[in-house]
């Protein structure tokens, strides 16, 4: 084949998804590429396309039943203009705001810092999207790093990037950029695949309960079950357990390790757990007994090597162990466990959460530290020109301990004295926190204290896309929980009073619209009064309080 021509057919397969439907967003896509090949050639036919390309804009791809985009356009013009753009990739600020209504959930609440920092992680998180001869990818530094792999590409953050992309209606973007980590770059000399722990196999499941592929799972399955054995061989003990540095679990200089030090961390381990539950679920969808059994084994196997040797009971927390058997001090890494749901329902293990509140826990005034304040050493490691675990406030740890809260509130039926609340607090806190000289930013990691960025002052740390935001607002703070099957299942972790409306729109969900709002009064939508539920503008759903909401979509 020709390479003008195998250029073509992965653009030309955006141009219908799942439902049949045309993606005007993939056709422009599609005449944007065949602007580049022909405007040398003929002038005339670049115009053409131009001009084809321009009107299909007024279709857009915008559902949405309630929401407008006037909202949306006036965050985009303040994030242009405080942009100097000193790196452009596929979609130029110029172009953000269509990019961004064609393919992003419309929000609208009363808290302006949770609002702005929404679109704002979405703004950002186009900046990111870069595409490249073997396909679309997500770069997680928005400047060269030496650590990069080909293209800019890094895998660190890649469980986060897929938790995020889920959500966008152009599902070619985060495809193709799966398709990259599992089949192109593990052909790279070297591959920087495995160079940090990871949660795909988590991650593309998540993926597959909002878009409902069923054939793309059935090519990724046996990718993902070929990379899950080969962290066995690379990083599993003989005691079952899995070893890791914290440099390559993207946390160096923490209060628990080393660069060199194999020590059997909460974090991979949880992973592997959870990967192994995707992988079975997966399994189940094409019946193949063999490998749900193989992955259920080795699930059931992990949870039990976790509980029994990485809980602290006399601290009641999760806990790296050291080669020499000893538990290490508290660190956030503890809370991931609930990011996949590992831990028994009991009180013994709730006990945990009450460190999230703790001042000599995890609390401190700009954000959920990354080891305990309590910890001798916390802070000890560094004047921020490195990259320190050992205490500071980093998105990428924020983000898990939020998902594992979320998860643990709605999941479990045990708690202690943490409740919605204390989420609600903890995200808006996190929200806040997106800010440097009082304007909207996100960078690696920050003073405890006073919010500093301790590599502000360095360009690669801005639009650093190393942790979510976005999902948990649609998932957890709304709480849309995808599920295999036709049932729609939203818990909102918005406590009881605190808004008095809010409402997500335009949600891309198994071929569907969805819109969920709340309106107290009925005033402010004039859709009705309660929580309601519509599917491609038509009711489901409904309750006189904010509380749970269940549907069947056919």
């Known amino acids: 084949m ?32 065949l602007m580049i090949q022909f405007k040398c050639i003929h002038r005339g036919l670049g115009m053409l396309f131009l001009l084809l390309n321009l ?3 007024s279709f857009g791809q915008n559902n949405s039943f309630v929401l407008t985009t006037d909202a949306l356009k006036e965050h985009v013009a303040y994030f242009n203009s405080i942009d100097s753009e000193a790196v452009v990739n596929f979609i130029p600020n110029s172009q953000s705001f269509n990019w961004l209504a064609e393919n992003i959930p419309l929000f609208d609440c009363p808290d302006s810092a949770i609002a702005q920092t929404y679109y704002y992680r979405w703004w950002s998180f186009r900046k990111h999207l870069k595409e490249t001869p073997d396909g679309f990818i997500f770069t997680e530094f928005i400047e060269p790093v030496k650590h990069e792999g080909k293209y800019g590409a890094i895998s660190c953050a890649l469980g986060h990037h897929i938790y995020e992309g889920r959500w966008l209606r152009n599902q070619a973007y985060i495809k193709q950029y799966i398709d990259f980590w599992l089949i192109k770059e593990p052909t790279f000399k070297p591959s920087k695949f495995h160079s940090f722990s990871s949660w795909l196999s988590d991650a593309v499941y998540n993926l597959y309960l909002v878009q409902q592929n069923k054939e793309q799972l059935a090519k990724w399955l046996p990718l993902l079950d070929k990379d899950y054995k080969r962290w066995e061989q690379e990083r599993q003990l003989p005691s079952g357990l899995f070893w890791q540095f914290d440099v390559k679990d993207g946390m160096e200089e923490s209060v628990s390790g ?30 193949i007994d063999s490998l749900v059994d193989k992955y259920n084994r080795k699930a059931d196997i992990l949870k039990k090597l976790v509980v029994d040797s990485l809980w602290d009971r006399e601290r009641k927390f999760f806990s790296t162990r050291h080669p020499d058997g000893q538990l290490a001090a508290r660190e956030a890494i503890g809370f991931i466990p609930w990011y996949f749901n590992l831990p028994p329902d009991e009180n013994e293990y709730a006990e945990a959460w009450l460190q999230l509140t703790d001042t000599a826990g995890f609390d401190a005034p700009w954000g959920i530290t990354t080891a305990e304040r309590r910890e001798p050493t916390f802070r ?44 609600f ?39 650093y896309n190393h942790s979510g935001f976005c999902d948990l607002v649609i998932s957890d703070l709304i709480g849309l929980k995808p599920a295999n099957g036709s049932r729609i299942t939203v818990k909102p972790l918005v406590p009881a009073g605190e808004w008095d409306w ?7 969900y198994q071929g569907r619209t969805l819109t969920i709002l709340w309106d107290r009064t009925g005033e402010r939508y004039g859709r009705g009064k309660g929580f309601l539920l519509f599917v491609n503008g038509k009711r489901v759903a409904s309750s006189k309080n904010l509380g749970e909401l269940n549907a069947k979509i056919n």
């Open 2 to 33: 020709r390479k003008k021509e195998k250029d073509f057919i992965p653009i030309a397969f955006m141009l219908y998804p799942e439902n049949g439907s045309i993606d005007f967003n993939g056709l422009r896509l599609l005449l944007k590429n």
């Open 55 to 57: 009107c299909l804009s």
């Open 258 to 287: 080393g660069r060199r030090i194999q020590n059997r961390r909460p974090s991979i381990n949880s992973y592997m757990y959870g990967n192994a539950q995707a992988l079975s679920e997966m399994a189940k969808l094409f019946r």
């Open 380 to 423: 000890t490691r560094g004047t921020g020109h490195s990259c320190e675990w050992d205490g500071a406030v980093w998105p990428f740890a924020t983000t898990q301990t939020l998902k594992a809260l979320s998860n643990w509130l709605t999941a479990y039926k045990r708690h202690q004295k943490v409740d919605a609340t204390v989420f």
């Open 425 to 463: 607090e903890k995200l808006r806190q996190y929200a806040v926190s997106h800010q440097k000289d009082e304007k909207p930013y996100i960078g690696e990691y920050q003073d405890e204290k006073t919010g500093y960025w301790l590599k502000g002052d360095n360009p690669r740390s801005t639009f």
């Open 502 to 508: 809010f409402c997500l729109d335009n949600l891309s």
